[in-house]
């Protein structure tokens, strides 16, 4: 009888010593960090950290490390937190590989210094929000992103990428924003960026593309693509026939705008309107007659910076309209009197900072929403009269 008071009671005494052991355990983290949400949300950014802190509770949905001195990720680390959605380790230094559980949908690794995000892609099946800016990632392969099919947001801005393998992206068919801005990136092709429909934003600024065209973004629908500060001479027709609206190529070495620059052959449609057409800081000296062919609107079309004489006469043949016409520091030293016809400005027309001599009689005849004007830093004597009388609108000049 007493003998087996004894042995319940030891039972019990070391279920309690072993159920303190295991609450301690699971809070062990919550000592260093600050747990909230019933420690279902770790912070533990910002501690000095070398190591990721023990007994992180399993049932984390939120953990944050980000701003600590990691390196590497012992192995299965978070592999034993299943129910963890949101990661955040911006701001270490790690450089090796680590797995993530199946339901992480937010990984946050800025400022780390992983060359090959493979392993930790592998079991991404749920991410939506990926950013890996300021790593030493130098490609992307073909089954990088493989399984990640829910993926919309992917940040790459700031490693050393010198190439994406066909395909790379074709089960990321959610993808909405790809920034592979301030990489090495040469070429790139509608190949590498299959499968994405629908795409809001390609970032491909300060990389080292030299040519564009014509197949580049053929087939792809993307509302913006930013190309500056590149290495592009070479611009081809057609090259945004696509359903890109906005694209800015400021700060490249383009020669010449081509003709059917947005034509797209495969459907033949002509009723476009650009949001934004931005290349300015290049060596543009010529832009064809048909280079805007099929647009009816420009929000913005700025070419400030550039190498132009002139402005070939039938640029806007069919009826355009345009907020924003920035043609200022240029060469020009002659406009044809009916380059503006058929065209209607609405906001600004700055053609400052030229050579003309002289603004035909013409030029500005039916502007009649035309708000503002900036005409300074030429070498014009003679101003006709009546040259702005069609100008009611007009608030600067
Ligand atoms: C979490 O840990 C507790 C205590 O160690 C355990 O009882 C539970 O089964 C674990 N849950 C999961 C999902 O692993
Ligand atoms: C203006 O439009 C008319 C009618 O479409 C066309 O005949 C003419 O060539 C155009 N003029 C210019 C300068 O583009
Ligand atoms: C442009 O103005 C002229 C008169 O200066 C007028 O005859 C012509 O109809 C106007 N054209 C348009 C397209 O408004
Ligand atoms: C402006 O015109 C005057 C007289 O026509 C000329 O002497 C001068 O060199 C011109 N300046 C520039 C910057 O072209």
Redesign the pocket.
């Given at each position: 009888m007493e003998r087996g008071w004894y042995i319940i009671l030891g039972l019990m005494m070391l279920h309690y010593a072993t159920l303190i052991l295991t609450v301690h355990a699971s809070k062990e983290a919550c000592g260093v960090c600050e747990c909230s949400d019933h420690g279902t949300r770790i912070d533990c950014s910002d501690r000095g950290l070398m190591e990721l802190p023990k007994g992180i509770p399993n049932d984390t949905k939120v953990l944050n490390l980000a701003e600590n001195a990691l390196k590497e990720i012992r192995k299965h680390g978070f592999l034993d937190l299943p129910h963890l959605i949101v990661l955040d380790l911006t701001g270490n230094s790690i450089d090796k590989p680590f797995e993530i559980p199946e339901s992480v949908m937010m990984l946050h690794a800025r400022g780390n210094q992983l060359q090959d995000i493979d392993l930790v892609m592998k079991n991404g099946v749920q991410l939506k929000t990926v950013d890996f800016e300021d790593n030493r990632m130098t490609a992307i392969g073909r089954d990088t992103f493989a399984r990640c099919t829910k993926l919309t947001n992917v940040n790459l801005r700031g490693n050393d990428v010198t190439s994406i393998e066909a395909d790379a992206f074709k089960s990321c068919t959610k993808l909405r924003y790809l920034l592979l801005d301030k990489n090495k990136i040469s070429t790139i092709s509608a190949k590498e960026l299959t499968a994405p429909k629908d795409m809001d934003t390609l970032g491909l600024a300060e990389n080292k593309l030299k040519e564009l065209g014509p197949d580049t973004f053929k087939g792809l629908q993307i509302r913006e693509v930013w190309m500056d500060d590149n290495d592009v001479q070479v611009l081809k027709a057609h090259t945004f026939g696509g359903v890109i609206s906005s694209i800015v190529l400021d700060n490249n070495r383009i020669l010449e705008i081509p003709a059917s620059l947005f034509v797209d052959p495969s459907n033949k449609q002509h009723r476009k309107e650009i949001e934004r057409f931005y290349c300015q800081e290049n060596r543009v000296n010529r832009v064809a007659i048909g280079a805007f062919q099929g647009v009816n609107r420009f929000n913005k079309l700025l070419m400030r910076n550039n190498r132009l004489t002139t402005l070939p006469e039938g640029l806007f043949d069919t009826k355009t309209e345009i907020g924003q016409l920035l043609i200022a520091d240029n060469h020009l030293d002659f406009l044809p009197e009916n380059i503006l016809v058929n065209t209607t400005l609405t906001e600004v027309l700055d053609i400052g900072f030229n050579?003309l001599?002289s603004i035909p009689d013409g030029l500005f005849r039916n502007q009649t929403k035309l708000r503002t004007l900036f005409m300074q830093r030429n070498?014009i004597?003679v101003i006709t009269r009546g040259m702005f009388k069609d100008l009611h609108s007009l608030e600067v000049l």
């Open positions: 050579r001599t070498n004597s």
